[in-house]
């Protein structure tokens, strides 16, 4: 996750792309910088139900207590978004996942308006994942 920026350089990149494809782009850029997720890892238990595109989410903790996080999907801007969403848990424990709302930092990324509606539903369907694995794991 070294490669991905943290909330506050998220936010600011985002501020600095003129224009939606842009914004896009970007998400595919970050979602370019995730490592390929092993194969072994691509299970049924890891494959978040709910998206339209094949999302795989798998979330180690580390001695320190954060979670850590490995993701893919078969579709480039969904990557992306799994990106987004390691970047604003990156480094928390499990409690602190499931305490902290991510919509808010949506709002701020504008990107609860320009997703399309099957895209929305993924996210939330990866965020409550997390959050319930976060659960178990706290």
């Not at 970050?30 to 094949?54: H, T, V, Y």
């Not at 798998?58 to 207590?65: A, F, I, L």
């Not at 969904?78 to 602190?96: C, T």
Request: glycine residues 6%; proline residues 7%.
């Amino acid at each position: 996750m070294a490669l991905l920026p943290d909330k506050e350089k998220l936010l600011k990149n985002f501020s600095r792309c003129s224009n939606w494809e842009e914004k896009y782009l970007y998400i595919i850029e970050l979602g370019g910088r995730l490592p390929a997720l092993p194969e072994q890892e691509r299970k049924p238990e890891n494959r978040i139900q709910g998206c339209q595109s094949q999302v795989w989410i798998v979330m180690h903790q580390q001695p320190d207590g954060a979670i850590a996080f490995e993701g893919d999907s078969d579709a480039a801007i969904v990557k992306g978004l799994i990106a987004v969403v390691f970047i604003l848990y990156q480094q928390m424990p499990p409690q602190d996942i499931v305490a902290f709302d991510v919509r808010p930092w949506f709002e701020r990324l504008e990107l609860a308006q320009h997703l399309t509606p099957s895209r929305s539903q993924g996210l939330e369907a990866m965020i409550r994942s997390i959050r319930t694995k976060a659960a178990n794991l706290s």
